[in-house]
């Protein structure tokens, strides 16, 4: 077997290894995933606003509570000064009363807030507890559809084990130059750096090749290559291959 056949037979290797790295890139699968996922991410970050308002809220209800209780214990003690009579003079206590009915009104006030802040709370628990059961189905879909990948993944995988050693046995056998030159031109020319020359045709590129080319390369013992003008592959001839 010449060199260029060898060549030919790692290339179809290399191919199908090409094809079955490509088809674990591209398992349906992992569109759905991707998609699930995002689902997933759009509730978490409403999930996440939520926590922030409801720490917001959380912090602004003690405030309030810390404001309610000040205002309860003074009003006591205007009360108390009104009740033990420390204010005998009628004008004072007119004074008290008045300052008494203000704090009453801010500590109502407030306690409103509260009851408004504490219902608020209630709907962004209610939207968490929605947000929550919507997110449940879809994160079983995402366990399910990662399984359904690596199951996939592992056939392919083995599948790609399975030509390893084949391939590495037909590499072994090529000089360091000409491995090296295949994989250069399989790098540029989209793995496929070894063409057949096909009813007279450079199988890569579909360039014409020259009569007195093809007559060479038909008539080569193999030791020296020639590429492709155009595409610049390695050019071989197999007879069972071309209709001349
Ligand atoms: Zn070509």
């Given at each position: 077997m010449s060199e260029l056949e060898i060549l030919l037979q790692l290339q179809d290797q290399d191919l199908e290894l090409d094809r079955l790295r490509l088809e674990i890139d591209r398992i349906e699968e992992r569109k759905q995933l991707s998609q699930a996922k995002s689902s997933i991410d759009l509730i978490d970050a409403k999930l996440d606003e939520i926590s922030r308002f409801k720490k917001e809220f959380s912090k602004k209800l003690k405030e309030l509570d810390t404001e309610i209780e000040k205002v309860s214990a003074r009003i006591s003690r205007l009360e108390d000064q009104i009740r033990s009579g420390q204010v005998p003079n009628v004008k004072d206590q007119v004074a008290v009363m008045h300052e008494m009915d203000q704090l009453s009104s801010v500590k109502n006030q407030a306690e409103e807030n509260m009851l408004e802040i504490m219902e608020s709370v209630e709907k962004l628990d209610l939207q968490a507890r929605e947000l929550e059961s919507q997110k449940l189905p879809i994160t079983n879909t995402v366990a399910e559809l990662e399984s359904q990948i690596q199951v996939k993944v592992q056939a392919l995988e083995q599948e790609i084990n399975s030509h390893l050693p084949n391939r590495e046995s037909i590499y072994s056998t090529l000089t360091t130059a000409l491995r090296s030159k295949y994989e250069t031109l399989r790098g540029k020319l989209g793995g496929m750096a070894v063409a057949q020359i096909l009813d007279g045709k450079?199988?890569?590129?579909?360039l014409t090749i020259p009569t007195t080319e093809k007559e060479k390369i038909i008539h080569s013992t193999g030791e020296s290559i020639s590429n492709c003008e155009q595409c610049g592959r390695m050019l071989i001839y197999l007879p069972q291959s071309g209709t001349e």
């Amino acid at each position: 077997m010449s060199e260029l056949e060898i060549l030919l037979q790692l290339q179809d290797q290399d191919l199908e290894l090409d094809r079955l790295r490509l088809e674990i890139d591209r398992i349906e699968e992992r569109k759905q995933l991707s998609q699930a996922k995002s689902s997933i991410d759009l509730i978490d970050a409403k999930l996440d606003e939520i926590s922030r308002f409801k720490k917001e809220f959380s912090k602004k209800l003690k405030e309030l509570d810390t404001e309610i209780e000040k205002v309860s214990a003074r009003i006591s003690r205007l009360e108390d000064q009104i009740r033990s009579g420390q204010v005998p003079n009628v004008k004072d206590q007119v004074a008290v009363m008045h300052e008494m009915d203000q704090l009453s009104s801010v500590k109502n006030q407030a306690e409103e807030n509260m009851l408004e802040i504490m219902e608020s709370v209630e709907k962004l628990d209610l939207q968490a507890r929605e947000l929550e059961s919507q997110k449940l189905p879809i994160t079983n879909t995402v366990a399910e559809l990662e399984s359904q990948i690596q199951v996939k993944v592992q056939a392919l995988e083995q599948e790609i084990n399975s030509h390893l050693p084949n391939r590495e046995s037909i590499y072994s056998t090529l000089t360091t130059a000409l491995r090296s030159k295949y994989e250069t031109l399989r790098g540029k020319l989209g793995g496929m750096a070894v063409a057949q020359i096909l009813d007279g045709k450079c199988s890569g590129c579909h360039l014409t090749i020259p009569t007195t080319e093809k007559e060479k390369i038909i008539h080569s013992t193999g030791e020296s290559i020639s590429n492709c003008e155009q595409c610049g592959r390695m050019l071989i001839y197999l007879p069972q291959s071309g209709t001349e």
